[in-house]
T-cell receptor, first 115, second 116 residues
Framework: KQEVTQIPAALSVPEGENLVLNCSFTDSAIYNLQWFRQDPGKGLTSLLLIQSSQREQTSGRLNASLDKSSGRSTLYIAASQPGDSATYLC??????????????FGKGTHLIIQP | NAGVTQTPKFRILKIGQSMTLQCTQDMNHNYMYWYRQDPGMGLKLIYY???????DKGEVPNGYNVSRSTTEDFPLRLELAAPSQTSVYFCASSYQGAGGFYNEQFFGPGTRLTVL
């Protein structure tokens, strides 16, 4: 069964710093990996989608990488801002054949950017 | 486009009551999903649908039912509410075309359900 782990569980940094959030998964037979942002009491906002054949994706100050063979992904946030404060979720779509056709989520990294 | 919409936003149920959580998407997506999110836990897949008339169980389907009569709507039914169903419920959708690539999932704002 696929398991997704996100480290750290929480992170607090001063504004302006560059930071990296980590995601690991146990089964490398994935279709894709998706990073989300969740604000308190809100739904999930899709940030980046990396297909299994891709190594990275970029959107503005965000860059996500994927190393499928080692079961790892990182989300790099450049020049962090207080508005980046949120919980960041990593999820994989896998080929494990469990019969359920959806995403397997990590528990998230709660990020606080101090002004 | 409104994207994925869910109603209601909040609901309190008594044990044994029934209710339907509504989900609608206007993006003409063929795939739709229901997830639940419990505090400190990752989202878990309840049910999903790959098209109108086709539904299947996810990881945690017990206590729930779904139907998909149209492309746009995917309601989730709780028949006999239990305290263990207290959670935040999210509906999502995506488009799966030919070619083997799964596209990104778009989520609704969620329904916060409390069963007392």
């Amino acid at each position: 069964k696929q398991e997704v782990t996100q480290i750290p569980a929480a992170l607090s940094v001063p504004e302006g710093e560059n930071l990296v959030l980590n995601c690991s998964f146990t089964d490398s037979a994935i279709y894709n990996l998706q990073w989300f942002r969740q604000d308190p009491g809100k739904g999930l906002t899709s940030l980046l989608l990396i297909q299994s054949s891709q190594r990275e994706q970029t959107s503005g100050r965000l860059n996500a990488s994927l190393d499928k063979s080692s079961g790892r992904s990182t989300l790099y946030i450049a020049a962090s801002q207080p508005g980046d404060s949120a919980t960041y979720l990593c999820a994989v779509r896998d080929r494990s054949g469990g019969g359920a056709d959806g995403l397997t989520f990590g528990k998230g990294t709660h990020l606080i950017i101090q002004p | 486009n409104a994207g994925v919409t869910q109603t209601p936003k909040f609901r309190i149920l008594k044990i044994g009551q029934s209710m339907t959580l509504q989900c609608t998407q206007d993006m003409n997506h063929n795939y739709m999903y229901w997830y639940r999110q419990d505090p400190g836990m990752g989202l878990k897949l309840i049910y999903y649908s790959v098209g109108a008339g086709i539904t299947d169980k996810g990881e945690v389907p017990n206590g729930y039912n779904v139907s998909r009569s149209t492309t746009e709507d995917f309601p989730l039914r709780l028949e006999l509410a239990a305290p263990s169903q207290t959670s935040v419920y999210f509906c999502a959708s995506s488009y799966q075309g030919a070619g083997g690539f799964y596209n990104e999932q778009f989520f609704g704002p969620g329904t916060r359900l409390t069963v007392l």
